[in-house]
Nanobody, 119 residues
């Protein structure tokens, strides 16, 4: 599976961005991770294959929304009320199995898209 992420950019604190991740074919559980400079890659959000179930990191709960359009093989991450600490490269991920929060559960990675939030 090939994953193509897009939608990153520069935004002021309090603003919004929507990230997209287009897959080359139908996928199961999908997610977003992020990696800030000098930090480890961390889980952000995940959505089940049907789109009925979602999970979020505590740091983004209530501000970010993950969704998917299976007709387009695309997953979205709507990010609202952005904070400077959300600045990172965001990676979309297609899971194989295991914990949603573990990098080792990811089978395929997208190339990453940079989100910069200015204060």
């Amino acid at each position: 599976v090939q994953l193509q992420a897009s939608g990153g950019g520069l935004v002021q604190a309090g603003g919004s961005l929507r990230l997209s991740c287009a897959a080359s074919r139908r996928t199961g559980t999908m997610g977003w991770f992020r990696q800030a400079p000098g930090k480890e890659r961390e889980f952000v959000a995940a959505v089940s294959g049907s789109g009925d179930s979602t999970d979020y990191a505590d740091s983004v709960q209530g501000r970010f929304t993950i969704s998917r359009d299976n007709a387009k093989n695309t997953v979205y991450l709507q990010m609202n009320s952005l904070k400077p600490e959300d600045t990172a490269v965001y990676y979309c991920a297609a899971y194989s199995s295991g914990s949603l929060y573990s990098l080792r559960s990811v089978r395929y990675w997208g190339q990453g898209t940079l989100v910069t939030v200015s204060s």
